[in-house]
């Protein structure tokens, strides 16, 4: 992790996140658990995952960059056989991909290949960027995974913004639009939070007042009149006063989203119960939906003039280690949570880096580091996670992502 540090104005107040944190003897917890709460197949994924991030491969991707129209890709390989440059998107697991569908065909051992950055698939112009890359041998009924899989390392930038210097220490959790917002000069804040969720703002099919916006080729509507007067409002108060604000993004079950048809897009298959879902990144459709959202973000609050008021940081769903009530996708085993965790940090960061390559990404967590925060939560620990985010950024590149207690 090249910069992992505690936004610690989030300590201060939290206010529709929040929870009571009981803290917990982590082996205690699982001492009380006879049997394992898994099911044999992510079991075995988890079991496959791990052997992957362990592995030493002695083929190599060392560099992808995401350019204006095209992508580059330079790796080198070894061994006899056919060899080929495999495309791993966010809706493909690398563990599951027997044969890998999008493939280039590789004849000099160190290669650097530059490929069209848009492809149209199924209906979707899909944008590469959000593509992980990784060199395959050609196999008869599976092709053998020979290197560690590649996020992009370099993303073309549109624009360049300036970062947001701090200012003092202190800070101020979930600002919202009220009376008192003229608050944020009394108190000398430098910095703050705002929950951002995109199912309370988001549509498949206009309504009145909405704004379309376009992305992969689809079109999607985003309520004007929500934005204007939750988002905007203490967004531009903060821009007035140079105040840094990181926005807590979170996807809400379908049952509760402003659309039903959206959020049953975004809503993880294995979602169970909880307050908010980990979005579905397990098909093409729902990956360019949950993308959209950050295009259309990054683009209204990542903007020169900010005039609709600025986001410099993004804060990647709440408390993860409380997956349970916080981001649920079922009761998985931890490398199985955190290799979709990561997956949504990461289309967050590709597509907001194109618009302000100052910002950076948070993962969330509660204070809680080694010992579980609530007795409900006894699947894993911050520290657990945070651990596992390392093993992936070594493992597959690095990206500017932190910690975020809250």
């Given amino acids: 992790m090249r910069k992992a540090y505690i936004e610690s104005f989030i300590i201060l107040l939290f206010l529709s996140c929040c929870s009571f944190i009981v803290s917990s003897c982590h082996e205690e917890e699982k001492e009380e658990i006879s ?4 099911d044999e197949e992510d079991i075995q994924h988890e079991q496959d995952l791990n052997a992957y991030l362990g592995k030493t491969y002695s083929c190599k991707i060392s560099q992808v960059s995401a ?3 095209s992508v580059r890709i330079i790796g080198e390989y070894t061994g006899e056989g056919k060899f080929f440059l495999g495309e791993i998107p966010p809706y493909l697991d690398i563990i599951d991909v027997q044969k890998a569908p999008y493939k280039v065909k590789q004849t000099d051992s160190s290669f650097e290949i530059e490929l069209e950055r848009y492809v149209e698939r199924d209906g979707t112009l899909y944008d590469r960027l959000l593509s992980k890359w990784a060199i395959y041998k050609e196999g008869v009924e599976r092709d053998q995974l020979v290197s560690h899989a590649h996020q992009v390392d370099e993303i073309h930038a549109f624009q360049n913004l300036p970062a947001i210097k701090l ?7 979930g600002i919202i639009p009220n009376k008192y917002i003229s608050d944020f000069s009394a108190l000398d804040i430098s910095s703050a939070t705002i929950n951002v969720c995109i199912t309370q703002f988001m549509h498949l099919t206009p309504r009145a007042g909405d704004i379309a916006h376009t992305y992969g080729g689809r079109t999607y509507y985003m309520d004007e009149g929500y934005l204007k007067s939750l988002l905007d409002v203490p967004l531009l108060e903060a821009a007035k006063r140079n105040i840094a604000v990181a926005a807590i993004i979170l996807v ?4 509760k989203c402003a659309d039903p048809d959206l959020g049953a897009l975004l809503q993880h298959p294995d979602y169970e119960r909880g307050v908010y879902t980990m979005p579905n990144m397990t098909t093409l459709e729902s990956v360019n ?3 959209a959202a950050f295009d259309f973000l990054a683009k209204r609050y990542c903007t020169p003039d900010n005039r609709y008021g600025r986001i410099a940081h993004w804060i990647m769903h709440n408390e993860v280690d409380g997956c349970i009530d916080w981001t649920n996708m079922g009761i998985k085993p931890l490398t199985v949570f955190t290799d979709t965790y990561i997956k949504s940090m990461r289309i967050c960061y590709n597509i907001v880096r194109q618009y302000d390559k100052q910002a950076e990404v948070l993962g969330s967590f509660t204070h809680s580091w080694t010992q579980i925060a609530n007795v409900g939560w006894w ?3 911050s520290k657990e996670i945070i651990d596992l985010l390392n093993v992936y950024s070594r493992v597959e590149g690095d990206f500017q992502w932190g910690v975020s207690l809250s």
């Fill in 252 to 255: 809400e079950p379908a049952a």
């Fill in 67 to 69: 350019m204006e129209s």
């Fill in 289 to 291: 939906c949950y993308a």
């Fill in 35 to 38: 049997d394992s709460p898994f």
């Fill in 379 to 381: 699947l894993y620990t």
């Fill in 167 to 173: 200012t003092s220490k202190k800070g101020l959790g």
